[in-house]
């Protein structure tokens, strides 16, 4: 199984950017029952929890980001996303996805994809 992000670029203050994250070789009853996460890493600090989804649907977003980010899944194509509108430069990281299944014990990370907010 492995989880690719794609999406991440050098986008300008104010600009909307759309993260994907695909998830290879997951059957699908490890996919939906997976809760799926965004995180977010700035140079030098920890990284930081950005928007989560549950199994049920249940969302939720840290507070920089409320009202601008948007997280959904497509369980068809096995993908999450991740809409940043209104970016900050601040909001430049590295971003991951994170799938992780209780019923199944699995926890998966993506590699991570770049995202440069420029002022």
């Known amino acids: 199984v492995q989880l690719v992000e794609s999406g991440g670029g050098v986008v300008q203050a104010g600009g909307s950017q759309r993260l994907s994250c695909a998830a290879s070789g997951m059957i699908l009853s490890v996919f939906t029952s997976s809760d799926k996460a965004w995180y977010a890493q700035a140079p030098g600090k920890q990284r930081e929890l950005v928007a989560q989804?549950?199994?049920?649907?249940?969302?939720h977003y840290a507070e920089s980001v409320k009202g601008r980010f948007d997280i959904s899944k497509d369980n068809t194509r096995r993908r999450l996303y991740l809409q940043m509108n209104s970016l900050k430069p601040k909001g430049t990281a590295v971003y991951y996805c994170i799938f992780a299944s209780r019923s199944y014990g699995t926890s998966y990370w993506g590699q991570g994809t770049q995202v440069a907010v420029s002022s």
């Open positions: 989804i549950s199994t049920d649907g249940v969302i």
